[in-house]
């Protein structure tokens, strides 16, 4: 899921970059941007990572998804210094390092359970418990 994510992020990223700039509001790019392969190579990889996460909310915790949804920027960059030779300043160097460190923790951390349930009853609030 978080390559998967990462992929679909960088590959939109190519393809816009390799439209026709304009500095106005244009209407016309979205159909540009599906013209090209890439583009919509990545819009699948986007579908692709949403019905993994879709799928991973029924066993891992909601937490756990989220960030590892959001850890796709993080292979994002790692894909662009390795194919796109972008260069990174140390700094955003070390974050990608506490991103990953931080997910292999939510990973080691986090346990399939079912839902716990909370102290409230099961009735609407709108209905009076004394009658």
């Not at 990462?6 to 500095?23: P, Y």
Request: proline share 6%.
């Amino acid at each position: 899921m978080i390559f998967a994510y990462g992929v679909a992020n960088l590959l939109q990223s190519m393809a816009a970059t390799r439209t026709t700039v304009h500095h106005t509001f244009d209407p016309g790019l979205l159909l540009r941007l599906v013209s090209h392969r890439t583009y919509v190579i990545g819009i699948s990889c986007q579908a692709l990572g949403f019905l993994l996460a879709f799928l991973a909310r029924r066993d891992l915790p909601l937490f756990l998804v989220q960030s590892s949804m959001a850890a796709g920027l993080g292979v994002t960059a790692v894909l662009g210094v390795m194919i796109l030779k972008w260069r990174l300043p140390a700094a955003e160097v070390a974050l990608l390092v506490l991103l990953f460190a931080g997910i292999g923790a939510l990973v080691l951390a986090a346990q399939p359970a079912p839902p716990g349930r909370s102290g409230r009853s099961a009735s609407p609030p709108w209905r009076s418990r004394s009658r």
